[in-house]
């Protein structure tokens, strides 16, 4: 992955308002086999706003992407989109897009990193025993994952197709209509009926 272009700006900041403090910096990023993505952060010194996203400048369209998580495929690319849900089945972990939701350029070692830190905060908000003991095992499995024991399954729905798995292994579905509907896309949905 090459960096191609970085362009940094003071911007007004979109949390707390103040003019000329907050740093907006741009990376267009080339990913091999799946093309150009811009990755965006926003951080503000005086009120501590942090936002990351990706962009894919080359659309693909809605898709679910799977693959093993094994030791050989720790290091596969993966672009996770702010609308992207990640589920990993076997461990009862998922992550779906809301308001504070990132986008990121990371591969899948990295995956179950945020996975990771992720269960060990919600070890410290659980109270009763068995969601505790549910964490830790959770937490067990994850890091032998990491080492390369054993394996697991990634699945990745994007339905505006800016997310990717780049792998020869992976395995690309469309996404159906109905699970199309029920997906989150981190925006509020207004119903007509
Ligand atoms: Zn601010």
Do not use: W
């Not at 992955?1 to 362009?7: A, K, L, S, V």
């Not at 940094?8 to 910096?25: L, R």
């Not at 951080?43 to 659309?59: T, W």
């Not at 990295?110 to 992720?118: H, K, M, N, V, Y």
Request: hydrophobic fraction near 35%.
């Amino acid at each position: 992955m090459n960096e191609e272009e970085i362009t940094e700006m003071i911007i007004k900041c979109p949390a707390c308002s103040v003019e000329g403090v907050a740093k907006s910096i741009m990376k267009e990023l080339e990913i091999p086999h799946f093309g150009k993505v811009l990755e965006t952060t926003i951080q503000c010194p005086k009120c501590g706003f942090r936002h990351s996203d990706v962009i894919a400048l080359e659309q693909n369209d809605p898709a679910k992407y799977i693959i093993e998580i094994n030791r050989n495929n720790l290091s596969v690319r993966v672009v996770r989109s702010q609308s992207a849900t990640v589920t990993i089945p076997e461990l009862g972990v998922k992550v779906e897009p809301g308001p504070k939701s990132e986008g990121y350029v990371t591969n899948v070692e990295g995956i179950l990193t945020r996975f990771e830190d992720a269960v060990i905060k919600a070890l410290n908000l659980f109270e009763d025993e068995e969601s505790q003991k549910n964490a830790r095992n959770t937490l067990i499995n994850i890091r032998e994952l990491k080492k390369g024991n054993g394996t697991a399954t990634l699945i990745m729905h994007d339905p505006f197709g800016q997310s990717n798995i780049v792998s020869e292994n992976v395995e690309i579905l469309e996404i159906p209509e109905e699970e199309l509907r029920e997906l989150k896309t981190g925006f509020v949905h207004i119903e007509d009926s």
